[in-house]
């Protein structure tokens, strides 16, 4: 059993993630900004801590992740036109986390991105879309860095459609979409994999079972 740090547990692929990880014998740990959000996610099977990520210090990352086994990084800034919170949020979220993660002594760090943003942004995407792609891109670029043992998946777009169990999974992957279950199935597989350490992957639906997929890309 694994203590896993959930950083943006509230959202919606974190949602997803939390009871396949109790399913797995792990003890989902959500860490949200407010405590309202505590009974649904504790009827999700998970834990929860308070973390603001836009207004913690280092020392506020390194406590709630100390104990952890791994973390996963599940925040974003979230459609709402809002430049400054891809910063703020997928950005520097990503940085506290990898800092505290380092400083509280957990090692493993799955993280995710976003289809293709190591790719130019076209001249014709809006100021969101551009910030948004380079605050994802300059965060996995930082967790490579890390000296971490991290893995990152980077979806293509993503639906709220059921769970097909089935994706397409490799470095590079033709665009498209990709459910929000199946994302979060890929994670749990990830983190339950060490061969998964040092892997970076786009993922959409496709024809190969999630297990399958996952051994067949390490």
């Known amino acids: 059993m694994a203590r896993i740090a959930v950083v943006g547990g509230n959202g919606q692929i974190a949602r ?3 009871p396949l ?15 309202s959000y505590r009974p649904d996610l504790e009827a999700l099977g998970a834990e929860v801590d308070i973390l603001d990520i836009e207004q913690a210090s ?3 990352y390194a406590r709630v992740l100390s104990g952890a086994d791994a973390v996963v990084f599940a925040a974003g ?3 709402d036109g809002n430049v400054e919170r891809k910063r703020t949020v997928d950005l ?5 986390s990898i800092a505290g993660a380092k400083q509280a002594g957990v090692r493993r760090f799955v993280q995710i991105s976003a289809i293709g943003v190591d790719q130019p942004v076209g001249e014709d995407a809006g100021e969101v879309w551009k910030a948004y792609v380079e605050a994802k891109r300059d965060a996995d670029k930082a967790l490579r860095a890390s000296g971490l043992d991290w893995t990152i998946v980077r979806p293509g777009a993503l639906t709220d ?5 089935a994706v397409t999974l490799a470095a590079e992957v033709e ?3 990709v459910t929000r279950a199946d994302v979060a199935a890929v994670v749990a597989a990830a983190l339950d994999d060490p061969r998964t350490v040092g892997q970076q992957w786009e993922l959409v ?3 190969t079972a999630v297990a399958d997929a996952v051994a067949a890309a390490v």
């Open 175 to 177: 665009r498209g979409e």
């Open 16 to 18: 997803q993630l939390h």
């Open 77 to 79: 800034g979230g459609p």
């Open 161 to 165: 459609d059921d769970p097909t169990g």
């Open 205 to 207: 639906n496709g024809p």
């Open 92 to 96: 520097g979220g990503s940085l506290g």
């Open 58 to 60: 280092a020392a506020d």
């Open 21 to 35: 990880l109790v399913q797995a014998g792990h003890t989902p740990v959500a860490l949200v900004r407010t405590e």
